[in-house]
């Protein structure tokens, strides 16, 4: 029951990025996110539905077109904490990238993610 939580709340959260207008991106975080959500993205700390917000909305303004978000993982969920993996496609062959998002909920809503984008390179040993 609690993953199907978190999964719905990831879900929704991830729908912001690939709704059919800005006006919709604030409502749907509001049904994902707490308002005072910590958000650990490429460029460091914020705090707040707004932060997180402009976040999406600079990647729905992506310089190669709007491009599509989809989680392409299980949600994996440990007690509070899950995480997933996504992957971000930009139309007509564009710029890919994928990572992993890693969230902590409350009361059935996000209240932190850390996204970590790219791939992993193995460790040279």
């Known amino acids: 029951m609690q ?58 303004r992506h310089p190669a077109g709007t491009g599509t978000m989809v989680r392409c993982s299980a949600v994996d969920m440990p007690d509070e904490w899950a995480r997933y993996q996504w992957v971000f496609t930009t139309p007509d062959g564009g710029p890919r990238l994928a990572g992993t ?7 059935s809503l996000i209240d932190q993610v850390i996204v970590f984008a790219g791939e992993i390179e193995p460790s040279a040993s």
Request: proline fraction near 2%.
């Open 101 to 107: 998002d890693v969230v902590h909920l409350r009361r």
């Open 3 to 60: 993953e199907e939580t978190a999964r719905s709340a990831i879900d929704t959260f991830i729908s912001a990025f690939n709704a059919s207008d800005d006006l919709y991106v604030t409502a749907l975080l509001s049904q994902a996110l707490t308002s005072d959500v910590v958000f650990w993205g490429p460029l460091g700390r914020s705090e707040g539905i707004a932060a997180v917000e402009r976040f999406v909305l600079d990647i729905r």
